[in-house]
C-alpha cells in the first residue's frame, strides 16, 4: 500500500512563502501523477497543482505564476513551492497520486494546514 506524507505547513503573512513537501513510500514504481489538493475552510476539496511522471504540469487558474510544482520521479516525492501567498489559500493541503489508466489507483495524503494572515 502506498502511503503519502506531506510536511511543510504552517502559518505566514500575506505575501510570504511556504513549501510544501510529499514523499510516497511502499513502492518502486514512479507514480503517474502526483498533486497537490485544497479544502478551504467550509469549502470543498479542489485542485491546486499536479505534474505527471511525463512532466506535463496542471494548475488552477487561482495559483497560476504564484505556485510552483516539482517532482523527483525516481524518489515519488513532489513539492509545492508557494509565493505570494493570499489569505484565500488558507486551507488543508493534500497530496495525491493517481493513475487514470490501468492500472488504476489513487491515494490521498493526510493534509497539512496553511494559514495565510492578512
Known amino acids: 500500500q502506498v502511503e503519502l506524507v506531506e510536511s511543510g505547513g504552517g502559518l505566514v503573512e500575506a505575501g510570504g512563502s511556504l513549501k510544501l513537501s510529499c514523499a510516497a513510500s511502499?513502492?518502486?514504481?514512479?507514480?503517474?501523477?502526483m498533486g497537490w489538493y485544497r479544502q478551504p475552510p467550509g469549502k470543498e476539496r479542489e485542485l491546486v497543482a499536479t505534474l505527471t511522471s511525463g512532466g506535463t504540469a496542471n494548475y488552477a487558474d487561482s495559483v497560476k505564476g504564484r505556485f510552483t510544482i516539482s517532482r523527483h520521479n525516481a524518489y515519488n516525492t513532489v513539492d509545492l513551492q508557494m509565493d505570494s501567498l493570499k489569505p484565500e489559500d488558507t486551507a488543508v493541503y493534500y497530496c495525491?497520486?493517481?493513475?487514470?489508466?490501468?492500472?488504476?489507483?489513487?491515494?490521498w495524503g493526510q493534509g497539512t494546514q496553511v494559514t495565510v494572515s492578512s
Open positions: 511502499g513502492t518502486r514504481t514512479t507514480l503517474h501523477t
Open positions: 495525491r497520486a493517481y493513475r487514470r489508466m490501468t492500472p488504476t489507483y489513487n491515494f
